[in-house]
């Protein structure tokens, strides 16, 4: 659970992949530098994936979707919620025995391709509600490109900010914090390619690259005409552009004049940037990864957070059996927002899947009420289970999320 500060420490990636396949030690490197093992949440937000991969073409444990999942499982993560707007991917993970203080989580897109038949250039969102009325928001853009689209993407940023839920604020949400990344594609204007590298290679021993951007980057400008981003902080920038590179390597394209295109924004009190940095040892794409690390104080603090959905503790289980698992409502929750649409999964014991992905599933309206030891339960049954060791978890329909997740079990051959 959180730490006696109630905070929560964020890690997000942008990366723009060009359409490329995965590449299974690259990525690990990319997530070990971000030190995930000190992270409760981990958000990756995806642009350019290919369309082999959309249209399914490409195995399933090697599209971008799944391939963080390994490595981040070994961490103590699950997949709390993915959100995908066609080429673009937004990952959010979250460490295992934090996932009770998360009360409902939404989404959002907004699409900008061919006036917004497509959105291939788009925002998608994901909004974590947690438990004492507090809010995470993770958007991620890929917002349309070239030097002379700058008046587009600030059209573009003005739709897009239907994904911050601001509407919705004063209903659920106590203090939101929303955290903005992406391809934003802003360039650098007055400059030329051989301007911007003696600049550059002026600034790195100086450490004056911030101001580059507070001179010539449209981000920047933008921000300053209130036209996009008036009300998001941005931490210092002290790393070289991000765009666009010889693929397979770290040296620029002399075609393009490099600029800062993937960036990381923030909004909100309780939010602090620590770390901001590209990962140049990543040469998959024309682009190189950006990452922050953040800390989120929760307020008002969470304390004595408890699932809406009860297990009965399971422990052994013999294999020739067909499995039974004993549950019960906690408070009012059934008559609030239970559902004969919501289901009971059988997950591995890690959840190195997402909750929406169970091993097997059962729909409420098929589980029957029971008393057993003077207490009143919900059963479910299923087939028989190979040997292993597993969760049951509850899953909310209209909350879309885990309301409840037993105690691992084992399923045995045969009983010691």
Not at 138 to 150: K, R
Not at 349 to 371: G, R, T, V
Request: one cysteine or more.
């Amino acid at each position: 659970m959180l730490d006696e500060s109630n905070t929560l420490r964020i890690a997000c990636v942008t990366y723009n992949v060009n359409a490329r396949e995965t590449e299974i030690e690259q990525i690990n490197s990319m997530l070990d530098e971000n030190d995930v093992a000190l992270t409760d949440i981990v958000v990756i937000g995806l642009q350019e994936i290919s369309h082999t991969e959309l249209f399914g073409a490409v195995p399933a444990d090697e599209t971008w979707s799944t391939v963080f999942s390994p490595c981040l499982s070994s961490f103590g993560f699950t997949l709390l919620s993915k959100s995908s707007l066609a080429s673009n991917l937004l990952l959010v993970f979250i460490r295992l025995d934090l996932m009770r203080i998360v009360d409902r989580i939404d989404s959002r897109y907004s699409k900008s391709t061919f006036g917004g038949l497509t959105g291939h250039k788009g925002s998608t969102a994901i909004r974590i509600l947690l438990k004492n009325n507090s809010s995470l928001v993770f958007i991620s853009s890929h917002l349309v490109p070239h030097a002379e689209g700058y008046e587009a993407r600030c059209s573009q940023y003005r739709d897009s900010r239907l994904c911050c839920f601001e509407d919705e604020e004063s209903l659920f949400t106590f203090n939101s914090s929303v955290i903005w990344l992406g391809d934003m594609n802003w360039r650098i204007d007055g400059l030329s390619f051989s301007e911007l590298m003696q600049k550059l290679e002026l600034a790195e021993h100086s450490c004056g690259i911030d101001e580059i951007l507070d001179r010539y980057d449209q981000l920047r400008r933008a921000q300053r005409d209130h036209k996009a981003f008036e009300d998001f902080s941005e931490a210092p920038v002290c790393f070289p552009p991000t765009y666009r590179l010889l693929v397979g390597t770290s040296e620029f394209d002399a075609v393009r004049v490099p600029s800062w295109c993937d960036r990381i924004l923030f909004k909100g009190s309780s939010l602090c940037c620590k770390d901001y940095r590209s990962n140049r040892r990543i040469f998959i794409s024309d682009h190189f990864p950006v990452s922050a690390q953040f800390t989120c104080t929760i307020q008002p603090a969470l304390e004595n957070i408890h699932w809406n959905v009860s297990f009965h503790c399971v422990g052994r289980w013999l294999g020739i059996v067909p499995f039974t698992c004993r549950f019960t409502f906690l408070g009012d929750f059934w008559h609030r927002k239970g559902s004969y649409r919501d289901w009971i999964g059988i997950y591995d014991e890690s959840l190195s899947d997402s909750p929406q992905n169970p091993i097997k599933w059962l729909y409420l309206f098929a589980c029957y009420d029971d008393d057993h030891e003077e207490q009143h339960y919900s059963v479910a049954e299923f087939a028989c289970l190979p040997c292993g060791r597993y969760r049951a978890g509850y899953y909310s329909t209209s909350l879309n999320c885990l309301q409840g997740l037993s105690e691992p079990f084992s399923v045995v051959e045969e009983m010691l």
